[in-house]
C-alpha cells in the first residue's frame, strides 16, 4: 500500500491481436456448451445488490449497472480485474435500440461463463455517451486477457471499431478496485482512464433504465 491508500497493481496495456476467425468460434462452441451444463448445475447466478448503482470513472462519465453474473462456490475471491468498453453500431441514442440489446445480452452469458478463470462480470451502461462496459473477475492475467481479444473479435461486427478498449488489472481486489485504489501510469491522460473508477465516487442507486 502507498500513503495515499492506493494499491499498486500492474496494468496490462494491450494492443489488438491476430486471432484465427475459426479458432475463436471452436472456443466459443465450447463455452457455450460448458456454460449450459453450469446453468442446468446451478453453478450461475445473478445477484441483484449491484444493479441500479452508478459508478462515476476517472475520464468524467458514469455508468450504471445493469446485471451482474457470477459463479457460485469458486473459494477466495480473485485479484485481476478486466475493464472492457465499447459502443454499438447503427444504434446511436436510440432508447428503444438499447432496451433491446441489453435484454438480448443476457444470452450473451453464453459465450463468457465458461471460459478459463471467469469469476464475475458487472455490466454497465452510460446513456450519456452511449458506451457500455464489462467489469470482470478473473482468475489469471493471462486468461482475462486471452477472453478480451476473443470478445474483440466476437463483437467486431456489432461495435464501431475504434471504441473497443480494454484493461487488465492485477493484484487487486473487486471492491479495491471499484474504491479506485489503482496507481494509473504516470503518461495516462484523464480521457485514457475510461477503465478506472473514481475513489471518491460512492455507488449510489438508481432507477435501473428499461
Not at 449450459?36 to 448503482?53: A, F, K, T
Not at 435484454?103 to 465458461?114: D, G, I, K, P, V
Request: proline share 6%; charged share 25%; with cysteine.
Amino acid at each position: 500500500m502507498h500513503n495515499d491508500g492506493k494499491v499498486m497493481s500492474r496494468i496490462h496495456e494491450t494492443q489488438p491481436a491476430r486471432i484465427a476467425h475459426v479458432k475463436v468460434l471452436l472456443d466459443e462452441l465450447r463455452c457455450v456448451l460448458s456454460t449450459l451444463s453450469l446453468l442446468v448445475r446451478g453453478h450461475i447466478c445473478m445477484p441483484r445488490d449491484m444493479v441500479g448503482r452508478e459508478i462515476a470513472f476517472a475520464d468524467g462519465t458514469r455508468s450504471e449497472i445493469y446485471r451482474e453474473t457470477a459463479m457460485r462456490h469458486l473459494g477466495a475471491p480473485p485479484r485481476v480485474m478486466l475493464a472492457v468498453r465499447f459502443r454499438l453500431r447503427l444504434v446511436g441514442s436510440s432508447r428503444v435500440g438499447h432496451a433491446l440489446f441489453r435484454f438480448e445480452s443476457l444470452f450473451n452469458t453464453l459465450l463468457f461463463a465458461a471460459h478459463p478463470g471467469f469469476h464475475s462480470k458487472l455490466w454497465l451502461t452510460d446513456p450519456v455517451t452511449n458506451y457500455y462496459r464489462g467489469i470482470y473477475e478473473w482468475r489469471d492475467p493471462e486468461y482475462a486477457a486471452a477472453y478480451a481479444e476473443i470478445l474483440r473479435v466476437v463483437l467486431s461486427p456489432w461495435i464501431q471499431t475504434s471504441s473497443f478498449a480494454y484493461r487488465v488489472i492485477d493484484r487487486i481486489s473487486r471492491s479495491e478496485f471499484l474504491e479506485g485504489q489503482v496507481v494509473p501510469d504516470w503518461f495516462e491522460t484523464p480521457e485514457d482512464l475510461w477503465w478506472l473508477p473514481e475513489r471518491s465516487a460512492r455507488s449510489t442507486p438508481l432507477t435501473v433504465r428499461t
